[in-house]
């Protein structure tokens, strides 16, 4: 039963216009979201070595182009090493 159903939905994606749409515009979102969770993760990566550093949180958030509300809730919610 499953697999009949999976035919039926891989065939709508691949053959069917618009399925296709369908898909590519789920595979745009896919890589818009993916591209905005890297960066992210670059920030916070970014803000962690600044703090190590013995950088202050006001500019952490100047160089990181961040709020100063934002930064603090950041390492608020960062587990202690």
Known sequence: MFYDELREAVSYFK????G????CEIMKEFERKSKN???AQEREAI???????GMSYE???????QSLSKVKAFFKTQQPA
């Open 20 to 23: 296709v749409n369908a898909m």
């Open 47 to 53: 803000m962690r070595n600044l703090r190590e550093e």
């Open 15 to 18: 053959k069917e216009p618009e």
């Open 37 to 39: 969770e890297g960066r």
């Open 59 to 65: 500019r952490i958030a100047r160089i990181t182009n």
